[in-house]
C-alpha cells in the first residue's frame, strides 16, 4: 500500500487549500492527520467509506472537508477559511478492519510522507 500526498503550500489566512492523497489500495478507513513543530501529531478528519462516515476534529469542523475518489483512487481534504494554527504537516494515512479511535495515529499502519501547509 502507498499512500502519496500532495498539494501542500503557503496561504494566507482566510484562503482555501486542497490536499490530495492518492493510493494504491481500497481501504476500510483513511484519514487526514496533521503535526506541527513541537506538537503530537493529530487527526483532522477520517472517512470510512463502507459506512458512508467521515469524522472531524473540532477545530476544523465547518471548515475543512474530507472526500474520496474511487475512480481516481484520491483521498481529498478541502481546507477553507485557513488560520496561522492550521500550519502544519499534513499526512495521509490509512487501515484495513476493525478500528479503534479514528484520530490515534497508532490505529493506523500506512502512511504517505506528508505535504507542508502555511498559513500566515
Known amino acids: 500500500v502507498q499512500l502519496v500526498e500532495s498539494g501542500g503550500g503557503s496561504v494566507q489566512a482566510g484562503g482555501s487549500l486542497t490536499l490530495s492523497c492518492n493510493y494504491t489500495?481500497?481501504?476500510?478507513?483513511m484519514a487526514w492527520f496533521r503535526q506541527a513543530p513541537g506538537k503530537e501529531r493529530e487527526g483532522v478528519a477520517a472517512?470510512?467509506?463502507?459506512?458512508?462516515?467521515?469524522y472531524y476534529a473540532d477545530s476544523v469542523k465547518g471548515r475543512f472537508t474530507i472526500s474520496k475518489d474511487n475512480a481516481k483512487n484520491t483521498l481529498y481534504l478541502q481546507m477553507g477559511s485557513l488560520k496561522p494554527e492550521d500550519t502544519a504537516l499534513y499526512y495521509c494515512?490509512?487501515?484495513?478492519?476493525?478500528?479503534?479511535?479514528?484520530?490515534?495515529?497508532?490505529?493506523?499502519?500506512?502512511w504517505g510522507q506528508g505535504t507542508q501547509v502555511t498559513v500566515s
Open positions: 489500495r481500497n481501504m476500510d478507513v
Open positions: 494515512a490509512a487501515e484495513y478492519g476493525a478500528h479503534g479511535t479514528w484520530n490515534d495515529p497508532v490505529e493506523y499502519t500506512y
Open positions: 472517512v470510512f467509506p463502507g459506512a458512508g462516515v467521515t
